[in-house]
Protein backbone atom coordinates (compact mmCIF):
# COMPACT_ATOMS: atom_id res chain seq x y z
CA UNK A 1 0.00 0.00 0.00
CA UNK A 2 1.11 3.66 -0.94
CA UNK A 3 0.92 6.08 1.80
CA UNK A 4 -1.65 8.62 2.15
CA UNK A 5 -1.09 12.08 3.41
CA UNK A 6 -3.90 14.66 3.57
CA UNK A 7 -3.11 18.16 3.80
CA UNK A 8 -5.65 20.61 6.10
CA UNK A 9 -6.13 24.43 7.19
CA UNK A 10 -8.07 27.47 6.32
CA UNK A 11 -8.43 29.52 4.02
CA UNK A 12 -5.23 30.85 2.97
CA UNK A 13 -3.17 28.88 4.91
CA UNK A 14 -0.70 27.85 1.56
CA UNK A 15 -1.83 23.88 1.56
CA UNK A 16 -2.34 23.80 -2.09
CA UNK A 17 1.36 25.46 -2.37
CA UNK A 18 2.84 22.98 0.11
CA UNK A 19 1.38 20.06 -1.43
CA UNK A 20 3.10 20.98 -4.74
CA UNK A 21 6.43 21.36 -3.08
CA UNK A 22 6.22 18.14 -1.18
CA UNK A 23 5.39 16.19 -4.42
CA UNK A 24 8.47 17.48 -5.40
CA UNK A 25 10.22 16.17 -2.43
CA UNK A 26 8.40 13.38 -2.30
CA UNK A 27 9.18 12.60 -6.08
CA UNK A 28 13.01 13.23 -5.11
CA UNK A 29 13.02 10.67 -2.81
CA UNK A 30 12.23 8.46 -5.74
CA UNK A 31 8.48 8.08 -4.51
CA UNK A 32 5.64 7.94 -7.03
CA UNK A 33 3.46 10.69 -6.05
CA UNK A 34 -0.27 11.50 -6.95
CA UNK A 35 -1.57 15.11 -6.15
CA UNK A 36 -5.00 15.84 -6.25
CA UNK A 37 -7.82 18.04 -4.33
CA UNK A 38 -10.94 18.32 -2.43
CA UNK A 39 -13.76 18.33 -3.66
CA UNK A 40 -12.89 17.59 -7.44
CA UNK A 41 -10.08 15.42 -8.75
CA UNK A 42 -12.90 13.50 -11.05
CA UNK A 43 -14.89 14.61 -13.76
CA UNK A 44 -17.86 14.39 -11.45
CA UNK A 45 -15.65 16.21 -8.56
CA UNK A 46 -15.02 19.09 -10.45
CA UNK A 47 -18.60 19.94 -11.61
CA UNK A 48 -19.26 19.60 -8.14
CA UNK A 49 -16.45 21.75 -7.13
CA UNK A 50 -17.82 24.14 -9.33
CA UNK A 51 -21.26 24.30 -7.23
CA UNK A 52 -19.81 24.55 -3.64
CA UNK A 53 -17.07 26.75 -4.23
CA UNK A 54 -18.48 29.40 -6.37
CA UNK A 55 -21.88 31.64 -6.55
CA UNK A 56 -23.68 28.41 -7.90
CA UNK A 57 -23.66 27.61 -4.51
CA UNK A 58 -25.11 30.47 -3.08
CA UNK A 59 -28.25 29.95 -0.71
CA UNK A 60 -26.98 26.36 -0.25
CA UNK A 61 -28.32 24.06 2.86
CA UNK A 62 -25.15 22.98 4.60
CA UNK A 63 -26.69 19.46 4.61
CA UNK A 64 -27.07 19.72 0.87
CA UNK A 65 -23.13 21.09 1.20
CA UNK A 66 -22.07 18.03 3.08
CA UNK A 67 -23.75 15.68 0.84
CA UNK A 68 -22.55 16.97 -2.03
CA UNK A 69 -18.88 17.10 -0.60
CA UNK A 70 -19.76 13.32 0.21
CA UNK A 71 -20.30 12.29 -3.36
CA UNK A 72 -17.03 14.59 -4.60
CA UNK A 73 -14.85 12.23 -1.67
CA UNK A 74 -16.91 8.85 -3.00
CA UNK A 75 -16.22 9.23 -6.46
CA UNK A 76 -12.60 10.23 -5.77
CA UNK A 77 -11.62 7.68 -3.73
CA UNK A 78 -13.11 5.11 -6.26
CA UNK A 79 -11.70 6.32 -9.42
CA UNK A 80 -8.01 8.18 -7.85
CA UNK A 81 -6.91 7.46 -4.09
CA UNK A 82 -8.01 3.32 -3.86
CA UNK A 83 -6.18 2.71 -7.28
CA UNK A 84 -2.92 4.72 -6.84
CA UNK A 85 -2.38 3.36 -3.08
CA UNK A 86 -3.15 -0.55 -4.31
CA UNK A 87 -0.64 0.59 -6.71
CA UNK A 88 2.13 1.60 -3.68
CA UNK A 89 2.07 5.09 -4.80
CA UNK A 90 2.06 7.75 -2.17
CA UNK A 91 -1.26 10.26 -2.46
CA UNK A 92 -1.30 13.80 -1.26
CA UNK A 93 -5.00 14.99 -0.93
CA UNK A 94 -5.58 19.17 -0.46
CA UNK A 95 -8.28 18.37 2.33
CA UNK A 96 -10.03 15.30 3.39
CA UNK A 97 -12.62 14.47 6.18
CA UNK A 98 -11.30 16.16 8.94
CA UNK A 99 -12.37 19.62 6.44
CA UNK A 100 -15.81 18.31 6.72
CA UNK A 101 -15.58 18.10 10.54
CA UNK A 102 -14.16 21.88 10.47
CA UNK A 103 -16.45 23.48 8.08
CA UNK A 104 -19.42 21.52 8.24
CA UNK A 105 -19.30 20.90 11.80
CA UNK A 106 -17.62 23.39 13.95
CA UNK A 107 -18.24 25.97 11.18
CA UNK A 108 -21.91 25.25 9.59
CA UNK A 109 -23.18 23.66 13.32
CA UNK A 110 -24.54 20.16 11.92
CA UNK A 111 -24.35 17.18 14.07
CA UNK A 112 -20.76 15.92 14.61
CA UNK A 113 -21.40 12.71 15.14
CA UNK A 114 -23.62 12.45 11.61
CA UNK A 115 -20.41 13.68 10.19
CA UNK A 116 -18.45 11.43 10.96
CA UNK A 117 -20.72 8.17 9.99
CA UNK A 118 -21.01 9.41 6.61
CA UNK A 119 -17.33 10.19 6.70
CA UNK A 120 -17.10 6.57 7.13
CA UNK A 121 -19.88 5.89 4.73
CA UNK A 122 -17.74 7.84 1.60
CA UNK A 123 -14.57 6.71 2.70
CA UNK A 124 -15.10 2.68 3.62
CA UNK A 125 -13.10 3.85 6.58
CA UNK A 126 -10.10 4.67 4.99
CA UNK A 127 -8.26 7.28 6.59
CA UNK A 128 -4.25 9.30 6.02
CA UNK A 129 -1.88 7.59 7.61
CA UNK A 130 -0.67 11.39 8.08
CA UNK A 131 -2.18 14.98 8.22
CA UNK A 132 -0.56 18.09 7.67
CA UNK A 133 -2.54 21.10 9.58
CA UNK A 134 -1.01 24.14 8.07
CA UNK A 135 -2.44 26.51 11.40
CA UNK A 136 -2.87 30.47 10.86
CA UNK A 137 -4.93 33.17 12.41
CA UNK A 138 -8.55 33.85 10.12
CA UNK A 139 -7.28 37.08 9.60
CA UNK A 140 -4.56 36.59 7.86
CA UNK A 141 -5.85 33.48 6.43
CA UNK A 142 -8.62 35.30 4.83
CA UNK A 143 -5.88 38.59 4.09
CA UNK A 144 -3.59 35.95 1.76
CA UNK A 145 -7.16 33.98 0.26
CA UNK A 146 -8.49 37.40 -1.22
CA UNK A 147 -5.49 38.57 -2.38
CA UNK A 148 -4.89 35.56 -4.44
CA UNK A 149 -8.57 35.48 -5.39
CA UNK A 150 -8.21 39.49 -6.58
CA UNK A 151 -5.36 37.91 -8.89
CA UNK A 152 -7.35 35.50 -10.96
CA UNK A 153 -9.55 36.12 -13.72
CA UNK A 154 -12.92 34.28 -14.91
CA UNK A 155 -14.75 32.23 -11.93
CA UNK A 156 -13.62 32.65 -8.69
CA UNK A 157 -14.07 30.40 -5.61
CA UNK A 158 -14.64 32.95 -3.00
CA UNK A 159 -18.22 31.40 -1.19
CA UNK A 160 -16.33 30.24 2.04
CA UNK A 161 -13.99 33.75 1.70
CA UNK A 162 -17.19 35.68 1.98
CA UNK A 163 -18.03 33.95 5.47
CA UNK A 164 -17.83 36.06 8.49
CA UNK A 165 -14.37 35.70 9.97
CA UNK A 166 -16.39 33.93 13.34
CA UNK A 167 -17.20 31.16 10.98
CA UNK A 168 -13.29 30.56 10.13
CA UNK A 169 -12.76 31.27 13.74
CA UNK A 170 -15.13 28.56 14.53
CA UNK A 171 -13.32 26.10 11.42
CA UNK A 172 -10.04 27.09 12.94
CA UNK A 173 -10.86 25.82 16.81
CA UNK A 174 -12.31 22.33 14.94
CA UNK A 175 -9.47 21.53 13.50
CA UNK A 176 -7.01 21.94 16.66
CA UNK A 177 -9.75 19.93 18.33
CA UNK A 178 -9.12 17.40 16.05
CA UNK A 179 -5.43 17.66 16.14
CA UNK A 180 -5.62 17.53 19.74
CA UNK A 181 -7.65 14.80 19.82
CA UNK A 182 -5.26 12.74 17.01
CA UNK A 183 -1.72 14.01 17.47
CA UNK A 184 -0.37 10.87 16.28
CA UNK A 185 -1.99 11.19 12.81
CA UNK A 186 -2.08 15.02 12.54
CA UNK A 187 0.78 17.64 12.80
CA UNK A 188 0.60 20.92 13.19
CA UNK A 189 2.69 23.45 11.45
CA UNK A 190 2.81 26.56 11.86
CA UNK A 191 1.49 28.51 8.60
CA UNK A 192 3.00 32.39 9.55
CA UNK A 193 5.98 32.03 7.67
CA UNK A 194 7.26 32.00 4.73
CA UNK A 195 6.60 29.51 2.02
CA UNK A 196 10.20 27.41 2.11
CA UNK A 197 10.51 27.58 5.88
CA UNK A 198 6.40 25.81 6.18
CA UNK A 199 8.21 23.72 3.66
CA UNK A 200 11.13 22.78 5.24
CA UNK A 201 8.80 21.95 8.59
CA UNK A 202 6.77 19.82 6.79
CA UNK A 203 9.94 17.90 5.10
CA UNK A 204 11.03 17.39 8.61
CA UNK A 205 7.74 16.10 9.83
CA UNK A 206 7.86 13.59 6.56
CA UNK A 207 11.08 12.39 7.03
CA UNK A 208 10.71 11.37 10.66
CA UNK A 209 7.26 9.61 9.28
CA UNK A 210 9.14 7.81 7.02
CA UNK A 211 11.75 6.89 9.10
Known amino acids: ?32 VVAIRE ?5 LGERIRSMLLNAEGEGMTPLAEL ?10 ISDVIAP ?8 ICDRYTD ?6 GYGRGLDKGEIELVNTAATGGLAPALTLLIDLDPELGLKRAWSRIS ?28 AGKEPGRVRV ?21 LG
Open 39 to 43: PGGTP
Open 189 to 209: VDGRGEIMSIHADICDIIDKT
Open 99 to 104: STLAYQ
Open 1 to 32: MGLFITIEGIEGSGKSTQMGLLKGYLEGKGMG
Open 67 to 76: FLYEASRAQL
Open 84 to 91: ALEAGVAV
Open 151 to 178: SKTGLKEDRFEKEEVAFHRRVRQGYLEI
